[in-house]
């Protein structure tokens, strides 16, 4: 099924004609629990990787030991949870066994403790993208296929994971590997994705209000306050207030949530900084943005069509499939260079 945003709630460039110069497609990704192949675009899928090529680990976390939790353990307690949620019991009763109990508080990260690792921990596929389903992927001459790989634990630079990308062509793999290398502990159960297929949409965005100048962004911001309902006052009834929702530029109107290829960065804790291309110092642009959620309580208006009618618990439900966690639900941004999308890319926490 495809995923289809709403129109946005109105034509943000036509109240203030400046944007629209600014406007740029992004390409919102939808994923979605499922079983993707090696042949399909995923986030949390297998990759279609050359059996002869060595698979990518971390020189920064070998063995012969880790405090984590085993990735096994992690996708057993997220399902005994599904589970657990799904089947009835009585009022006050607890929602796990006891035996279930165990097995779920093992995989938390409460429930990190030393386990073995033989050499470099085996990097963790987290999305492959294929230009066939992704036009807009911006492949370097001679590639077709984007894969990106990280490291399950945090790294002390800036408590991110690792990352690793590989462009390749997708004809070039004869012979693919079947199984891939997995680590035998994490250190984190918010870097493991679960598999989920992928329902490319294309959309269109306008910059963060911390990329606008700053005479434009001081405009937006008063447009957002005159059409904010005011707070109703004391004794007044509150039922008038119940369909009126304020529209807000950022969360509204401007930059797509969820995961996502190219659009603009959604700029959060920290105001746009300068970054180049490590390698030959050229200007980069946004690759990927890895979100854990596809929308909230904050950007609820970027929920897709087919998705309106899930009432269900939101961690849970369609927005949250690939059970990531950045940060402190924070984006995981990839930049690449304009020149040579092959260099080294660039990444950022927002």
């Keep these: 099924m495809p995923r289809t945003t709403p129109p946005r709630p109105l034509d943000i460039a036509a109240l203030f004609p400046e944007l629209a110069p600014m406007a740029r497609t992004a390409v919102r990704l939808h994923p979605r629990a ?33 405090r984590g939790v085993a990735p096994d353990d992690v996708r057993l307690g997220r399902r005994i949870l599904d589970e657990a949620w799904d089947r009835p019991r009585a009022e006050g009763a607890d929602l796990l066994t006891p035996e279930e109990r165990v097995i779920v508080d093992r995989a938390s990260i409460s429930g990190r403790t030393r386990m073995p690792q033989d050499g470099p921990a085996p990097m963790i596929p987290v999305v492959q993208l294929y230009a066939a389903d992704v036009p807009a992927l911006p492949c370097p001459a001679g590639t077709d296929l984007l894969q990106v790989l990280w490291c399950p634990f945090d790294h002390a630079a800036d408590h991110l994971p690792a990352v690793t990308l590989r462009w390749r062509a997708s004809t070039d793999v004869t012979d693919p590997l079947a199984t891939a290398p997995q680590p035998s502990v994490i250190g984190n159960d918010d ?160």
């Excluded at 192949?37 to 060595?54: C, V």
Aim: glycine fraction near 10%; hydrophobic fraction near 30%.
């Design 191 to 350: 870097y493991l994705p679960e598999p989920c297929v992928l329902h490319p949409e294309t959309v269109t965005e306008y910059p963060a209000p911390h990329e606008l100048p700053e005479d434009l962004a001081d405009r937006i911001e008063a447009w957002e306050e005159e059409q904010t309902p005011e707070e109703p006052e004391d004794g007044d009834e509150l039922d008038e207030l119940d369909d009126v929702t304020a529209i807000g530029y950022q969360y509204d109107l401007s930059v797509a949530p969820g995961c996502k290829l190219g659009g603009y960065a959604p700029w959060s804790f920290s105001d746009p900084f300068s970054m180049a291309c490590p390698e030959c110092g050229s200007a980069v642009r946004p690759l990927l943005t890895i979100d854990g959620s596809e929308w909230d309580g904050g950007n609820g208006s970027w929920r897709p069509v087919e998705d309106a009618g899930y009432t269900g618990l939101h961690y849970r439900g369609p927005s949250c499939a690939t059970q990531l966690n950045i940060g402190r639900s924070y984006n995981l941004q990839l930049y690449v260079c304009t020149v040579a999308p092959g260099h080294p890319h660039v990444q950022n926490l927002q």
């Design 34 to 66: 499922g079983a993707p192949t090696a042949a399909d675009s995923s986030i949390g899928g297998p990759l279609l990787w050359p059996a002869h090529e060595p698979w990518p680990t971390c020189p920064d976390h070998a063995g012969p030991s880790h």
